[in-house]
């Protein structure tokens, strides 16, 4: 299958400045050590790639939802990690745009890697603010690479608002190894076709469950989105996370899915806890057995079986 989208192999890089948005939103412990560095590893095929064509490798991602420059979601843990991973030096910038990080960018030589501090430290990024994102592009950047899959569908400076000032762009190879992979399994999926929704929100998902909707012989629900699809079926659900604006919608979907004869499936009992204390007390309940005032979490044992 033929993607229509240029990758970095399709461009020249050697001796370029080449910008990487990757996706390094990794989970850090209390002692900020990453517990689970899967996201950063996805990258280093890109990584790798640019360092062996003798490219200058400007690295950018966010981590977390920062207020401001925040300590605690320093992109420093990252920068260790990484130079383990490629077993070559990382520098680190202390800041993702400015004076002293065009400073650094301009010593750096080809094969060099620099990754620049969270983009979130700057309310810019989110806003996909104009300025903040040509600062980016500032930083003499000849070749945007976006590489960063699971940030891709927000229009963030780094994501979208970076491309109107850099003139050549491409994907990476975890790009395009999760479109082609989409592409595949959506457009001719082995059946049966089953689509497991997750993550807190249903409002982020809609145009994926209306587009799989049309295409799936089963749909099953876990996560936070859950309590959102219980209650809608009229269960009470204590204190869990619930999109009131999204209760009709989430309706609609599971008797549409009804009438199309897809199988609807949501979890059928749930990790209850008292708050969302790390140290709350927690039990197993039924979903239609949520106390009052409780929250529910995950899904609980009857539920993992019946998915699986």
Not at 113 to 118: C, D, G, T
Not at 214 to 224: A, L, N, Q, Y
Not at 261 to 268: Q, R
Request: with cysteine.
């Amino acid at each position: 299958m033929h993607m229509n989208k240029l990758t970095i192999e399709d461009i020249p890089i050697k001796g370029k400045r080449v910008f990487i948005r990757a996706d390094f939103n990794v989970p850090l412990d209390s002692d900020l050590h990453i517990t689970d560095d899967t996201r950063i590893r996805s990258t280093l095929p890109t990584i790798n790639y640019g360092i062996d064509e003798g490219a200058i490798l400007i690295l950018a991602s966010h981590l977390d939802r920062p207020k401001g420059v925040d300590p605690r979601h320093s992109l420093a843990p990252v920068a260790k990690r990484l130079q383990r991973l490629l077993g070559k030096e990382v520098q680190f910038a202390p800041d993702c745009i400015g004076p002293q990080v065009q400073n650094m960018v301009a010593r750096l030589k080809p094969g060099d890697v620099l990754l620049l501090e969270n983009l979130r430290f700057h309310p810019g990024e989110k806003k996909n603010d104009e300025s903040f994102a040509k600062a980016l592009a500032d930083l003499g950047v000849d070749v945007y690479i976006n590489d960063a899959f699971g940030a891709v569908h927000r229009s963030h400076a780094s994501t979208t608002g970076i491309t109107q000032f850099v003139k050549t762009k491409a994907c990476g190879f975890l790009m395009k190894k999760e479109i082609a992979y989409l592409e595949g399994a959506v457009a001719n999926p082995a059946r049966p076709f089953v689509a497991i929704l997750g993550g807190a929100k249903v409002s982020g998902k809609i145009g994926v469950i209306e587009n799989l909707g049309k295409k799936v012989d089963k749909v099953i629900v876990g996560g936070g989105m859950a309590y959102t699809f219980l209650k809608a079926m009229g269960n009470d659900v204590g204190n869990s996370l619930v999109e009131d604006s999204m209760l009709s919608f989430a309706r609609e979907i599971m008797e549409h899915a009804v009438e199309r004869g897809i199988k609807f499936y949501l979890p059928v009992d749930c990790v209850v806890a008292t708050s969302m204390d790390p140290g709350a007390e927690t039990k197993r309940v039924p979903v239609q057995e949520i106390p009052k005032g409780w929250i529910g979490l995950d899904i609980g044992p009857a539920s993992v079986h019946l998915f699986t």
